[in-house]
């Protein structure tokens, strides 16, 4: 996995496919103060998927929307076997309880 500040827009690039004995390939692209104002602050992963970005802040400067992505994949039985993917997604975060915050999937994909 990569890393790296993105000067135009967040995102992420992740792409896997199986006939090719490498790993995954999985860059994050990451706002400019991601470190001082999302990681350091706790926030890199919510519910188990990396934040790219908040774009909005609760009340308590928790996240209360994130830029986040989401993984796919199937396979192919004819020449490829297992291939994966990614794009780009906006949720919502429910902090019902702090301790456990749930991503809501009100939001469509940003491509």
Not at 22 to 49: E, S, Y
Request: hydrophobic share 40%; with cysteine; charged share 20%.
């Amino acid at each position: 996995m990569a890393t790296s500040t993105a000067w135009s827009k967040p995102g992420v690039v992740f792409t896997w496919k199986s006939e090719f004995s490498g790993p995954p390939f999985f860059q994050i692209d990451t706002p400019p103060k991601w470190n001082t104002q999302i990681a350091n602050r706790g926030h890199a992963v919510i519910a188990g998927l990396p934040v790219t970005a908040v774009l909005e802040w609760d009340a308590d400067l928790r996240p209360a929307l994130i830029q986040t992505v989401d993984l796919y994949g199937h396979f192919d039985s004819r020449i490829h076997g297992w291939r994966a993917w990614s794009y780009n997604a906006v949720r919502r975060v429910d902090c019902t309880d702090p301790d456990r915050p749930r991503l809501l999937r009100e939001t469509a994909p940003s491509q």
